[in-house]
């Protein structure tokens, strides 16, 4: 019996994984969307990790790294696509564990998060005191290493003056402010309204119906061992049960998991074989790790998109 396996040429692997940029080991990892109860300022916060942090706190010192809020909502006025806010991660670091989290006087006074966020995390200030940093409809993030927007007037409370890509609201853009190639990162999400407008290269998250009846994430998470850029699949979420401050997701999924009602297809539940439920982990690793689902690493992403690869045919006897 004769059997053939293709495999990709180890040079040409190793050349193409070989030519990464440093800024490439920096992720989109958590967000807090909305608190239970009130209020949600001063508690939302964007966490960010990296791989490798020595190399790229280097690169953060001499380069332009933009996260970016683009509203999806397709009822907001003046329309979906506007740039909600803009945040230079340019002279920031990660801490030692390779965390960095953004909110609200996360880095002055005492934030509400404070006790939770361990010490090996940075911390800063992202957005005016008393604002919200994540609104609960339709949000598209990205971290992009371009942008030629105006910063100043997309950081403007009164969203006047942001700047617009999808002017004419058909969920396309039409104004871009950065390629695709620039994007480092991203993830985007819909509030249970199939026309929002999804702008970033990863997608949508799948659509949400929470336990309690509304259809909005509380909270995203990825996969700590889920390392692939711009990748739906790296992430769960879901609907959080307790105080203001709870990190708990509602697990009590009347419908059965199938119907995805906790937190779309990819939630990791104790009772599926998972270490524990889908949690909120601020400033800490996050958990569980994803068993169950293979999914491509970031150099196999970039091997899989090229065409005419070099093939070695390798051909096993076996009588």
């Keep these: 019996m004769k059997t053939s396996k293709w495999i990709i040429s180890a040079a040409l692997a190793a050349g193409l994984v070989g030519a990464s940029s440093a800024n490439a080991a920096i992720l989109l990892n958590e ?30 010192a001499t380069h332009n790294l933009y996260l970016i809020n683009i509203e999806g909502d397709a009822t907001t006025t003046p329309g979906r696509g506007g740039i909600d806010w803009v945040k230079n991660l340019n002279g920031l670091t990660f801490g030692t564990n390779g965390l960095m989290i953004l909110g609200q006087t996360f880095a002055s006074s005492v934030p509400a998060w404070s006790p939770a ?65 620039d994007v480092i990162d991203s993830i985007g999400w819909r509030d ?42 790296a992430w769960f979420g879901g609907d959080l049960v307790g105080s203001n401050l709870s990190t708990t997701a509602d697990t009590d999924d009347a ?38 689902l293979e999914v491509p690493e970031p150099a196999s992403l970039t091997l899989l998109g090229l065409g005419g690869l070099l093939m070695v045919r390798r051909r096993t006897t076996t009588r």
Aim: aromatic residues 10%; without cysteine; hydrophobic residues 30%.
């Design 31 to 60: 967000v807090f969307i909305n608190p239970q109860g009130s209020p949600d300022n001063d508690r939302e916060y964007i966490e960010l990790r990296s791989t490798d942090p020595t190399t790229d706190n280097a690169w953060l």
């Design 117 to 181: 966020v361990p010490a090996a995390t940075t911390r800063y200030n992202w957005g005016p005191a008393g604002a919200v940093v994540i609104e609960n409809g339709g949000v598209n993030l990205l971290l992009s290493t371009v942008f030629t927007g105006s910063i100043t007037n997309d950081t403007d409370a009164s969203g006047a003056n942001d700047d617009d890509i999808d002017t004419n609201n058909d969920n396309v853009i039409d104004n871009p402010l950065w390629t695709t190639a």
């Design 255 to 292: 419908g059965g998991h199938a119907n995805a009602k906790v937190g779309g297809t990819n939630f990791p539940y104790l009772s599926n074989g998972y270490t524990n439920n889908g949690l909120l982990t601020p400033g800490a690793p996050n958990s569980p790790a994803q068993i169950g």
């Design 192 to 233: 249970g309204n199939l026309t929002d407008g999804i702008y970033v290269p990863s997608g949508s998250l799948p659509l949400y119906a929470a336990p309690n009846g509304t259809s909005n994430y509380d909270f995203i998470a990825r996969f700590p061992n889920v390392l692939t850029a711009n990748y739906t699949p």
